[in-house]
């Protein structure tokens, strides 16, 4: 059975760091296309960042620059590095599995690619 258990949510200063991790089980992380999102204060869920089978990594421009994500084979697990925050980072962060094993031709931005979610971390970036 596939599950996502994101954890590394917090509250930090602007200009913190965080790394959010994605635990995936019933599933091999590195077959599937991964992503996180995220969800704002009176906003809808936005795409942040996704990770293809390939290595191949996509990111909202919002965060290019200052965010990360990887994937770590041995711990099946999906992080999302996070630099130089800013409290318009501030929301739910959501782990998904994307389309696979090793799909091709798919929009990593487009949440209803996606088929699993995890619970959701809450991200609070203030001062």
């Known amino acids: 059975q596939v599950q996502l258990v994101e954890s590394g949510g917090g509250l930090v200063q602007p200009g913190g760091s965080l790394r959010l991790s994605c635990a995936a089980s019933?599933?091999?992380?590195?077959?599937?296309?991964m992503g996180w999102f995220r969800r704002a204060p009176g906003k809808e869920r936005e795409f942040v960042s996704g990770?293809?089978?390939?290595?191949?990594?996509r990111y909202v421009d919002s965060v290019k620059g200052r965010f990360t994500i990887s994937g770590d084979n041995a711990k099946n697990t999906v992080y999302l590095q996070m630099n130089s925050l800013k409290p318009e980072d501030t929301g739910v962060y959501f782990c998904?599995?994307?389309?696979?094993?090793?799909?091709?031709?798919?929009?990593?931005?487009?949440?209803?690619?996606?088929?699993?979610w995890g619970q959701g971390t809450q991200v609070t970036v203030s001062s």
């Open positions: 990770i293809a089978w390939s290595g191949g990594t």
């Open positions: 019933g599933f091999t992380v590195s077959s599937y296309a």
């Open positions: 998904a599995r994307g389309p696979g094993p090793y799909a091709i031709n798919y929009n990593p931005t487009v949440s209803s690619v996606y088929n699993y």
